[in-house]
């Protein structure tokens, strides 16, 4: 019974990713291919060829987002935002909700160098109690000053969206800093510890050309080494 069951999980471990996927990208595209709603009737496919084309309306839709960007890139674009963006701003249920999603986008879609610095242990919500968190940038002046010591920005998210969290502000002493990459602590928040890339091996030497590569220093013996005691015991 039990290996029927250690089957049984097996299986559903292969095929529940790839079925979610399928379902997930097929009406991710359904609903992008709506895009074409925007093209006149006499232009849209079924009515040049006679039938639908799957897929169409996610080419039109990268186009149009790749036509935007080369757009706003440049001077005459990002005054055309700034002007437009002006506008949004005095309209004020649209001004409340377009600066959140603009704020969450920019977020989202930020280089993670570039929108967490580092990976820091933290006790928080109390002493005793470790959370992962991530430093985000120094602490404006006025707010050292206010304290009466220096401070550092850090991003303190949950589990398992890391995309809400808690915002503050901490003595760098009472932070512990991690020689990992972003990336793996995203990973180990994203499944509430079970991903342990650190206990990896292979994970562990991966890890350890990033952080070579980004110019850290870091023993990469030591961290396979450490992986492998770890899976031993």
Do not use: H
């Amino acid at each position: 019974m039990q290996r029927f069951r250690r089957y049984l999980v097996a299986g559903l471990l292969v095929w529940l990713p790839l079925v979610t996927t399928y379902f997930v990208l097929n009406f991710a595209i359904r609903l992008i291919d709506r895009s074409l709603l925007l093209l006149p009737l006499k232009y849209r496919p079924e009515t040049l060829i006679g039938f639908e084309i799957p897929g169409l309306g996610v080419i039109l839709t990268l186009v149009l987002v790749l036509l935007t960007g080369v757009i706003v890139a440049n001077f005459f674009g990002r005054r055309l935002v700034t002007a437009w963006e002006s506008l949004l701003a005095r309209i004020p249920l649209v001004r409340s909700v377009y600066g959140a999603v603009k704020q969450i986008t920019a977020s989202l879609f930020a280089d993670a160098s570039q929108s967490f610095r580092e990976v820091v242990l933290v006790e928080y919500p109390r002493r005793g109690l470790w959370m992962l968190a991530f430093v985000t940038g120094e602490t404006p002046r006025e707010f050292k000053a206010k304290a009466g010591e220096d401070l550092i920005n850090i991003y303190v998210p949950t589990t398992p969206n890391p995309t809400s969290g808690f915002y503050i502000m901490v003595p760098p002493q009472d932070v512990k800093r991690l020689d990992i990459p972003v990336e793996v602590g995203l990973k180990m928040i994203l499944s509430a510890g079970v991903v342990n890339p650190l206990d990896d091996p292979v994970e562990a030497e991966r890890m350890a050309d990033e952080l070579q590569q980004q110019g850290a220093t870091i023993d990469r013996d030591s961290i396979s080494g450490a992986a492998d005691n770890t899976k031993n015991n």
